[in-house]
């Protein structure tokens, strides 16, 4: 099992900046990649941004140049660094682990809040 924990949402100003971690446990070399996703009300859950095990990313064209994806390989850990923040990225923003066995984003963790406010 694998187990998903993210933190660092909350409330901040249109123009700010949040940075979001994920910390992985139990059995995490059964994770590949990792992603954040995120998911407003009303509207599905979207990819936000990703990265493999060798530290190559991906975003979504709404984030490129805002939001960084990062991992700590030591510490089992995945980041994103949201800068330049805007209302309509208020979401829940969700952790995602990538089973090696399955190739498809198997592992989610709680999710944590993020509003943005004008």
């Known amino acids: 099992q694998v187990q998903l924990v993210e933190s660092g949402g909350g409330l901040v100003q249109a123009g700010g900046s949040l940075r979001l971690s994920c910390a992985a446990s139990?059995?995490?070399?059964?994770?590949?990649?990792m992603g954040w996703y995120r998911q407003a009300p009303g509207k599905q859950r979207e990819l936000v941004a990703g990265?493999?095990?060798?530290?190559?990313?991906n975003y979504a064209e709404f984030v490129k140049g805002r939001f960084t994806i990062s991992r700590d390989n030591v510490k089992n850990t995945v980041y994103l660094q949201m800068n330049s923040l805007k209302p309509e990225d208020t979401a829940v923003y969700y952790c995602?682990?990538?089973?090696?066995?399955?190739?498809?984003?198997?592992?989610w963790g709680q999710g944590t809040q993020v509003t943005v406010s004008t």
């Open positions: 995602a682990g990538e089973s090696k066995l399955t190739m498809s984003y198997d592992y």
């Open positions: 990265i493999t095990s060798r530290g190559r990313t």
């Open positions: 139990g059995n995490i070399f059964s994770i590949n990649a």
